[in-house]
């Protein structure tokens, strides 16, 4: 599923967090890649641990957390803390899949997902595409300050090199309850259905039955 989350920083939000990255240090990304993904990886990331990238990473985290969509179509189990990225001239990070595994020691998560939301406009950059490669050929993103793209951590994908200006996002990765990806797709479809449902009509039977439906698959559907 590639899905588009619409809003997912407010303007308040963007200008803070665009304040606090101007005051933050960034290093190599190289630091943060797996062996294959090292050698095509060109962009500079905000290291993790200190107190701004905590700050940084709770902003990100709850802005997600309050997202409708992104709740009802990534269903959610564990998220990674996220990675503040930044491509300027010259930059690119070349086709790659993103690690299977992540975390360390007993906090490991697997990556059924991944979101990169996007922290300022595109109109301050040139190039910089997120690059996804599917079946159907491939999708270009490039999204406005404050949205986010959420697809399969599975995908190859790429950025494109920048050529002016500079990209900044934030990219982070979800294991999902539903480890599968078309019946997350399911779920989420029949999500969409049951809550126009409930709010044309929330005493009717039908509305009811779709909802516990909907309830009940997820239950049936989760592994924890
Ligand atoms: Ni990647």
Known sequence: MLLHLTKVLDNAKLANIREMLGKTRFVDGKHSAGMVAEQVKHNEEVQSGSQQAQYLDQLVMSSLAENA?????????????????????????????DDPVMGSGIEKFRTDLAVTLFLNDPSEYEGGELVL??????KRIKLAAGDAVLYPASSLHRIDE?????RLVAVTWIQSMVRDNEKRE?????DQARNDLLAQ?????????????????VRMWSEL
Do not use: C, W
């Open 69 to 97: 969509d992104f709740r009802s179509g990534a269903l959610p189990y564990r998220v990674a803390q996220p990675v503040f990225a930044r491509y300027t001239k010259g930059m690119y990070y070349g086709d790659h899949i």
């Open 133 to 138: 490669q599917s079946n159907f050929g491939e």
């Open 162 to 166: 920048v050529t002016h200006g500079e």
């Open 186 to 190: 399911l779920l989420f479809g029949l």
């Open 201 to 217: 009509a929330p005493k009717n039977d039908t509305s009811k039955k779709v909802d516990h439906t909907y309830v009940n698959l």
